[in-house]
Protein backbone atom coordinates (compact mmCIF):
# COMPACT_ATOMS: atom_id res chain seq x y z
CA UNK A 1 0.00 0.00 0.00
CA UNK A 2 1.07 3.99 0.28
CA UNK A 3 4.52 4.16 2.40
CA UNK A 4 5.04 5.68 5.85
CA UNK A 5 3.13 8.98 6.58
CA UNK A 6 3.65 11.08 9.08
CA UNK A 7 1.77 14.19 10.60
CA UNK A 8 1.66 16.76 11.11
CA UNK A 9 4.15 18.17 7.96
CA UNK A 10 5.13 21.15 10.24
CA UNK A 11 4.58 22.00 13.62
CA UNK A 12 5.27 25.47 15.36
CA UNK A 13 5.22 25.46 19.14
CA UNK A 14 6.27 27.63 21.73
CA UNK A 15 8.82 26.82 24.25
CA UNK A 16 7.75 24.95 27.15
CA UNK A 17 4.57 23.56 25.16
CA UNK A 18 4.44 19.61 24.60
CA UNK A 19 3.94 18.35 21.34
CA UNK A 20 3.15 14.98 19.40
CA UNK A 21 4.54 13.76 16.23
CA UNK A 22 2.42 10.92 14.09
CA UNK A 23 3.94 8.31 12.30
CA UNK A 24 1.48 5.36 9.97
CA UNK A 25 4.62 2.70 8.99
CA UNK A 26 4.21 0.52 6.05
CA UNK A 27 1.16 -2.20 6.94
CA UNK A 28 3.15 -5.60 7.71
CA UNK A 29 6.45 -3.88 8.71
CA UNK A 30 7.17 -4.54 12.20
CA UNK A 31 10.38 -2.33 12.81
CA UNK A 32 9.61 1.15 13.50
CA UNK A 33 12.67 4.04 14.06
CA UNK A 34 12.54 7.72 14.76
CA UNK A 35 15.39 10.03 14.06
CA UNK A 36 15.92 13.67 13.70
CA UNK A 37 18.06 15.86 11.65
CA UNK A 38 19.06 19.02 13.44
CA UNK A 39 20.03 22.42 10.27
CA UNK A 40 23.48 21.60 9.74
CA UNK A 41 23.40 18.39 11.21
CA UNK A 42 23.45 14.39 10.34
CA UNK A 43 20.89 12.25 11.04
CA UNK A 44 20.52 11.07 14.52
CA UNK A 45 19.09 7.95 16.00
CA UNK A 46 16.29 8.12 18.47
CA UNK A 47 14.06 4.83 19.22
CA UNK A 48 13.47 1.82 18.00
CA UNK A 49 10.49 -0.36 17.96
CA UNK A 50 10.74 -3.89 16.75
CA UNK A 51 7.13 -5.95 17.09
CA UNK A 52 5.84 -6.06 20.47
CA UNK A 53 9.19 -5.90 22.67
CA UNK A 54 10.64 -3.40 24.78
CA UNK A 55 11.90 -0.26 22.74
CA UNK A 56 15.37 0.56 22.22
CA UNK A 57 15.19 4.39 24.10
CA UNK A 58 18.91 5.02 24.06
CA UNK A 59 18.99 7.47 21.23
CA UNK A 60 16.53 9.59 23.20
CA UNK A 61 18.35 12.84 24.10
CA UNK A 62 16.45 13.37 27.20
CA UNK A 63 14.06 12.48 29.52
CA UNK A 64 11.41 14.73 27.87
CA UNK A 65 11.35 12.36 24.93
CA UNK A 66 8.83 9.81 24.92
CA UNK A 67 7.19 7.63 22.36
CA UNK A 68 4.80 4.81 21.94
CA UNK A 69 3.56 2.47 19.28
CA UNK A 70 0.04 1.39 19.63
CA UNK A 71 -0.99 -2.29 18.30
CA UNK A 72 2.41 -2.87 16.78
CA UNK A 73 1.38 0.01 14.32
CA UNK A 74 1.07 3.87 14.64
CA UNK A 75 3.35 5.36 16.81
CA UNK A 76 3.71 8.59 18.49
CA UNK A 77 6.62 10.16 19.45
CA UNK A 78 6.04 13.00 22.54
CA UNK A 79 8.51 15.97 23.24
CA UNK A 80 7.22 17.45 26.68
CA UNK A 81 8.03 21.09 27.39
CA UNK A 82 9.87 21.75 24.10
CA UNK A 83 13.25 23.85 23.95
CA UNK A 84 14.45 25.92 21.16
CA UNK A 85 17.51 23.20 20.71
CA UNK A 86 14.02 20.53 19.98
CA UNK A 87 14.07 22.49 16.54
CA UNK A 88 14.94 19.65 13.79
CA UNK A 89 12.51 17.28 11.38
CA UNK A 90 11.81 14.35 12.91
CA UNK A 91 11.58 11.38 10.78
CA UNK A 92 10.32 8.35 10.87
CA UNK A 93 11.42 4.78 9.38
CA UNK A 94 9.80 1.58 9.12
CA UNK A 95 11.07 -2.10 7.83
CA UNK A 96 10.37 -5.88 7.88
CA UNK A 97 12.47 -7.25 10.61
CA UNK A 98 14.53 -10.44 9.11
CA UNK A 99 15.08 -12.63 12.33
CA UNK A 100 18.45 -13.11 10.53
CA UNK A 101 21.55 -11.43 9.57
CA UNK A 102 19.96 -8.27 8.71
CA UNK A 103 18.02 -9.35 5.44
CA UNK A 104 15.19 -7.52 4.17
CA UNK A 105 15.62 -4.85 6.83
CA UNK A 106 15.61 -2.16 4.03
CA UNK A 107 14.63 0.88 5.99
CA UNK A 108 11.46 3.04 3.88
CA UNK A 109 11.26 6.76 4.99
CA UNK A 110 8.41 9.18 5.73
CA UNK A 111 8.40 12.94 4.44
CA UNK A 112 9.22 14.33 8.53
CA UNK A 113 7.83 16.25 10.31
CA UNK A 114 9.31 19.62 10.77
CA UNK A 115 9.26 20.99 14.35
CA UNK A 116 9.76 24.72 15.51
CA UNK A 117 9.83 26.03 18.87
CA UNK A 118 10.19 29.74 19.11
CA UNK B 1 30.73 3.77 19.18
CA UNK B 2 30.06 3.44 15.28
CA UNK B 3 31.22 6.72 13.99
CA UNK B 4 30.21 7.01 9.80
CA UNK B 5 32.55 9.39 7.58
CA UNK B 6 30.99 10.56 4.36
CA UNK B 7 33.66 12.32 1.68
CA UNK B 8 33.32 14.59 0.27
CA UNK B 9 31.10 16.71 2.20
CA UNK B 10 30.31 18.73 -1.03
CA UNK B 11 31.01 17.98 -4.85
CA UNK B 12 30.16 19.89 -7.92
CA UNK B 13 30.07 18.31 -11.40
CA UNK B 14 29.38 18.82 -14.73
CA UNK B 15 26.43 16.84 -16.28
CA UNK B 16 27.70 13.26 -17.96
CA UNK B 17 30.27 12.76 -15.34
CA UNK B 18 31.08 9.20 -13.40
CA UNK B 19 31.06 10.20 -9.99
CA UNK B 20 32.47 8.49 -6.56
CA UNK B 21 31.26 8.95 -3.12
CA UNK B 22 32.60 7.31 -0.48
CA UNK B 23 31.65 6.30 3.34
CA UNK B 24 33.96 4.70 5.93
CA UNK B 25 32.88 3.05 9.21
CA UNK B 26 34.87 2.33 12.02
CA UNK B 27 33.12 -1.28 13.38
CA UNK B 28 33.03 -3.89 10.57
CA UNK B 29 30.31 -5.46 12.94
CA UNK B 30 27.40 -4.40 10.77
CA UNK B 31 24.61 -6.48 9.00
CA UNK B 32 24.20 -4.18 6.30
CA UNK B 33 24.65 -0.69 4.68
CA UNK B 34 22.26 1.13 2.68
CA UNK B 35 22.84 4.20 0.74
CA UNK B 36 19.71 7.01 0.57
CA UNK B 37 19.19 10.17 -1.51
CA UNK B 38 17.77 13.07 0.88
CA UNK B 39 15.62 16.41 -1.57
CA UNK B 40 15.51 19.40 0.15
CA UNK B 41 12.31 19.33 1.94
CA UNK B 42 11.42 15.94 1.18
CA UNK B 43 12.07 12.38 3.24
CA UNK B 44 14.84 10.11 2.71
CA UNK B 45 14.60 7.44 -0.82
CA UNK B 46 16.51 4.30 -0.38
CA UNK B 47 18.98 3.83 -3.14
CA UNK B 48 20.81 0.37 -2.15
CA UNK B 49 21.07 -1.47 0.50
CA UNK B 50 24.06 -4.40 0.62
CA UNK B 51 24.05 -6.63 3.14
CA UNK B 52 27.15 -7.83 5.44
CA UNK B 53 27.63 -11.15 3.12
CA UNK B 54 27.88 -9.58 -0.08
CA UNK B 55 30.60 -7.13 -2.38
CA UNK B 56 28.09 -4.83 -4.16
CA UNK B 57 24.86 -3.73 -5.51
CA UNK B 58 24.04 -2.28 -8.72
CA UNK B 59 20.82 -0.67 -9.34
CA UNK B 60 20.46 1.10 -12.78
CA UNK B 61 23.46 3.86 -13.13
CA UNK B 62 24.00 3.27 -9.34
CA UNK B 63 26.94 0.78 -8.54
CA UNK B 64 27.06 0.59 -4.61
CA UNK B 65 30.18 -1.60 -3.12
CA UNK B 66 30.93 -2.73 0.53
CA UNK B 67 34.55 -3.58 2.02
CA UNK B 68 33.25 -4.64 5.17
CA UNK B 69 36.97 -5.78 6.70
CA UNK B 70 38.25 -2.32 5.67
CA UNK B 71 34.79 -0.24 6.59
CA UNK B 72 34.31 1.17 3.36
CA UNK B 73 31.66 1.55 0.92
CA UNK B 74 31.37 3.75 -2.54
CA UNK B 75 28.73 4.91 -4.43
CA UNK B 76 29.87 5.00 -8.10
CA UNK B 77 26.78 6.97 -10.07
CA UNK B 78 27.56 6.70 -13.85
CA UNK B 79 26.37 9.25 -16.83
CA UNK B 80 24.88 11.95 -13.87
CA UNK B 81 22.54 13.80 -14.54
CA UNK B 82 21.01 17.49 -12.97
CA UNK B 83 18.42 15.49 -11.30
CA UNK B 84 20.82 13.56 -9.78
CA UNK B 85 21.52 16.95 -7.40
CA UNK B 86 20.69 15.87 -4.08
CA UNK B 87 22.61 15.16 -0.46
CA UNK B 88 23.66 11.14 -0.45
CA UNK B 89 23.83 9.60 3.21
CA UNK B 90 25.31 6.17 3.70
CA UNK B 91 24.24 4.11 6.73
CA UNK B 92 25.36 1.29 8.76
CA UNK B 93 23.04 -1.32 10.63
CA UNK B 94 25.19 -2.84 13.48
CA UNK B 95 24.59 -6.06 15.00
CA UNK B 96 22.97 -4.17 18.13
CA UNK B 97 19.97 -3.21 15.83
CA UNK B 98 20.85 0.48 15.54
CA UNK B 99 21.35 2.65 12.29
CA UNK B 100 24.42 5.23 12.11
CA UNK B 101 23.90 7.58 9.21
CA UNK B 102 27.00 9.65 7.82
CA UNK B 103 26.55 13.38 7.69
CA UNK B 104 25.93 13.34 3.86
CA UNK B 105 27.90 14.27 0.48
CA UNK B 106 26.08 17.16 -1.54
CA UNK B 107 26.22 16.43 -4.72
CA UNK B 108 25.31 19.61 -7.84
CA UNK B 109 25.28 18.05 -11.03
CA UNK B 110 25.32 21.31 -13.84
CA UNK B 111 23.65 20.97 -16.85
Known amino acids: GAGVSQSPSNKVTEKGKDVELRCDPISGHTALYWYRQSLGQGLEFLIYFQGNSAPDKSGLPSDRFSAERTGGSVSTLTIQRTQQEDSAVYLC????????????????FGPGTRLTVL | KQEVTQIPAALSVPEGENLVLNCSFT??????LQWFRQDPGKGLTSLLLIQSSQREQTSGRLNASLDKSSGRSTLYIAASQPGDSATYLC??????????FGSGTKLNVKP
Open chain 2, 27 to 32: DSAIYN
Open chain 2, 91 to 100: AVFNNFNKFY
Open chain 1, 93 to 108: ASSLWPGLAGFYNEQF
